[in-house]
C-alpha cells in the first residue's frame, strides 16, 4: 500500500519536486561525483544556458540551515559561477545518503548519448536552413572536423555545395 501524499498535481506514486531559487553561495559540490566534463563541453553548456536560460534546475540537498549540496548539476553550478549569477533554481531532495550517492550516478548515466545518425541529420538540416558550416559547429559545440564527418555520413551532395575545395589536384599551366 502507497502511504505517499499526492503532490500538488495529483500525483500519488511519481512526485513532481518544484524548484525553488536559492543564492548560488549556498550550493556547495558533493564528495562523489564521477562526472567530468571537457573545456568545450563545458563551454557549449555555458553557451546553452546564456542562448536558453537556466532550464535545468540544480538538485541538491539541505546540508544547513543556509547550505545545500549538490547531487546533481555540479557543471551547471560552475558555469552559473563563471557568469556570476547570484541565485539558481534547485530542486531539493530529502533522501538518504546512500541514496543520493546513485541518484548522482543515475543522474549522470541517464543523460545518454547522441546517435551518429541522427545527428548527422541534424547537422544536415541546419547546413540546408542556411547555417555555415563555422556557425553550426560553434552552435553545437563541435569542431569543423566533427561537422565534415556528420554532413559525410548523409551521403547528400548538396550539403558540401558551398565547400571550399583544396586545389592541390589542380595541374598548373
Not at 563545458?42 to 540544480?58: H, Q, T, V
Not at 547570484?86 to 543515475?106: C, H, N, Q, S, Y
Not at 551518429?116 to 569542431?143: C, Y
Not at 561537422?147 to 551532395?157: D, E, H, S, V, W
Amino acid at each position: 500500500m502507497n502511504n505517499r501524499t499526492p503532490d500538488l498535481f495529483g500525483n500519488d506514486e511519481i512526485q513532481i519536486r518544484l524548484p525553488v531559487i536559492v543564492p548560488l553561495a549556498q550550493l556547495k559540490p558533493n564528495p562523489w561525483n564521477p562526472n567530468k566534463v571537457a573545456k568545450p563541453e563545458l563551454e557549449l553548456l555555458k553557451r546553452s544556458i546564456r542562448k536558453s536560460g537556466f532550464c535545468f534546475p540544480i538538485v541538491v540537498i539541505q546540508d544547513g540551515p543556509d547550505s545545500y549540496m549538490i547531487v546533481d548539476g555540479f557543471h551547471r553550478h560552475i558555469v552559473a559561477q563563471q557568469l556570476k549569477m547570484r541565485e539558481v533554481p534547485v530542486v531539493i531532495l530529502d533522501d538518504p545518503p546512500e541514496e543520493l550517492m546513485a541518484a548522482t550516478i543515475r543522474f549522470n548515466r541517464a543523460r545518454g548519448t547522441h546517435q551518429i545518425d541522427q545527428m548527422s541529420h541534424i547537422v544536415g538540416d541546419l547546413v540546408q536552413m542556411g547555417l555555415t558550416d563555422s556557425e553550426v559547429a560553434k552552435n553545437l559545440g563541435m569542431d569543423a572536423d566533427e561537422i565534415l564527418r556528420l554532413k559525410q555520413n548523409t551521403g547528400i551532395a548538396e550539403l558540401f555545395l558551398d565547400h571550399q575545395w583544396s586545389t592541390a589536384w589542380e595541374p598548373n599551366a
